[in-house]
């Protein structure tokens, strides 16, 4: 796949360029990250990738930061450059880009165009056809950008923009903490605005990282997508569920009309993802917030992040997770419009036999293992089992009996095997 990748640079390396950076990585494919606080990518340093200084505040920085690289992917996902004209740092950096024959030029654009969503409730559906917040400041500064890209686009660069939902994830090295609602949950800061009756569309950071590789590879040019999962939801839902999910009382209500700050301006929307899907054949593997929220329960228990390899994207091998409650993912009035959920991908490791599955899933061994018995085989003395599939049989009271599946045998007895079995062995310690 490195062979015919072209290298990726990213323009602006922080949360998203770091997980893109480490996915890409995975692949062989070569990574230049481009920021000023250049210390903070060790990690990513330290994975392959090539750290370049840059400040897109100095547009004359951008075409060196491009140079030796034959036909460069191009990431600009730098939030903003106040320093500089409206629209000029992503000009400066496509023009830049389009010197050096890139391959495609992304744009890691925001919903916030379409403005704030506090002032006029609304239910309505966004998509790329939708009209945008020309009357609003925030608003103006993305569009802006998006329109220096579009001018540029017409000399013949291939120009993409993702317009993202709330980005939200597990902490993914030293440098670059979680996203989301989990810690202002902890530390009562998370607020339900106006009863939380607003909608929020969210992106797992993982399925962001997919989609902007998939995007690279077959958007066409001029391409423009929104980008949120398959499920937007009143933010009473989310903030109730994920509160109860942490063992924390229900967030507290507040009044966006009577706060100020940045927190009370509603940007949320529905997001209708249709288009990247179809034009771009995007299937995500946390399709509401229940997905991802679990796996960053994992990944904080002491999970290892997935490598995120594109071969995941294309051929899913992990397993589909019989786990995930399936409860309502999607308020009745947004039925009709969300597609079918895709199957869900399991984030987790696949249990292994004879490896502690609390060292597996939680650091901690918790003296529980898979055990796979073949026929005529006894299980060690000690530990106690329960028979998860096949069948064996047990010595009780001197008498053997057999076992039906799900059967639980105190610790000392005999097991023995009468076809292949699998058993769950309990111990009071890890298992050897
Ligand atoms: N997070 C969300 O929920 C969300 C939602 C919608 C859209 N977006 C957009 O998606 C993009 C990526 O988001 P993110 O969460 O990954 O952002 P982030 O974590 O804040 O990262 C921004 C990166 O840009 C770099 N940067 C900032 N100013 C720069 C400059 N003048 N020159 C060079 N590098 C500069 C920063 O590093 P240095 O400061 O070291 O240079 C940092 O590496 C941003 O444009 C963001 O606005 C995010």
Redesign the pocket.
């Known amino acids: 796949m490195s062979h015919d990748h072209p290298p990726v640079v990213i323009?602006?390396?922080?949360?998203?360029?770091t997980r893109l950076a480490q996915s890409l990585l995975a692949d062989g494919i070569t990574v230049r990250a481009?920021?000023?606080?250049v210390s903070?990518l060790e990690p990513l340093r330290a994975l392959g990738a090539e750290v370049h200084y840059?400040?897109?505040?100095r547009p004359h920085q951008y075409g060196p930061a491009l140079g030796g690289l034959t036909r460069p992917l191009v990431v600009y996902?730098?939030?903003?450059?106040p320093d500089l004209p409206q629209g000029e740092?992503v000009r400066r950096a496509a023009t830049a880009s389009g010197r050096v024959g890139a391959s495609g030029f992304i744009y890691?654009?925001?919903?916030?165009v379409y403005g704030r969503s506090e002032l006029t409730f609304t239910e309505d559906w966004i998509d790329e056809d939708s009209s945008v917040a020309t009357s609003d400041a925030d608003a103006m500064l993305r569009l802006s950008d998006e329109a220096a890209l579009q001018s540029v686009g017409q000399t013949g660069l291939r120009t993409i923009i993702l317009r993202?939902?709330?980005?939200y994830g597990p902490a993914l090295d030293a440098h670059?903490a979680a996203?989301g609602a989990r810690q202002r949950l902890r530390t009562g800061q998370y607020k339900l605005w106006d009863g939380g009756r607003h909608f929020f569309s969210r992106i797992y950071i993982d399925d962001l990282v997919r989609i902007i590789r998939i995007a690279g590879e077959k958007a066409p040019p001029s391409s423009l997508y929104v980008v949120g999962d398959d499920s937007p939801c009143r933010q009473s839902e989310y903030g109730k569920w994920l509160a109860a999910h942490l063992g924390l009382p229900d967030p507290p209500e507040a009044d966006a009309s009577r706060s100020s700050g940045p927190r009370n301006i509603i940007r949320g929307r529905r997001l209708r993802n249709d288009k990247l899907k179809r034009e771009l054949g995007v299937s995500l593997h946390y399709p509401s917030y229940r997905e991802g929220e679990l796996a960053i329960d994992a990944i904080e228990q002491g999970a290892p992040l997935p490598k995120l390899r594109l071969s995941d994207v294309a051929e899913p091998t992990q397993s589909v997770s019989p786990a995930i409650p399936a409860p309502p993912l999607v308020t009745e009035s947004a039925t009709e419009n969300v597609a079918p959920p895709p199957p869900v991908v399991s984030p987790w490791p696949k249990a292994a036999f004879a490896e502690d599955l609390g060292t597996l899933l939680f650091s901690a061994p918790r003296g529980v293992a898979l055990l796979h018995l073949r026929k005529d085989t006894q299980a060690a003395l000690g530990p106690a089992y329960v028979l998860v599939s096949g069948s064996a049989r047990a010595v009780v009271s001197g008498r053997t009996v057999d076992l039906p599946v799900g059967s639980a045998v105190p610790a000392d007895t005999v097991v023995t095997a009468e076809s292949d079995a699998v058993l769950l062995a309990l111990t009071a310690t890890a298992p050897t």
């Open positions: 323009f602006g390396c922080g949360y998203v360029g481009c920021v000023r606080r903070l840059m400040d897109g505040a996902s730098i939030p903003g450059v740092g890691l654009s925001s919903s916030a993202l939902g709330a980005i670059h996203r």
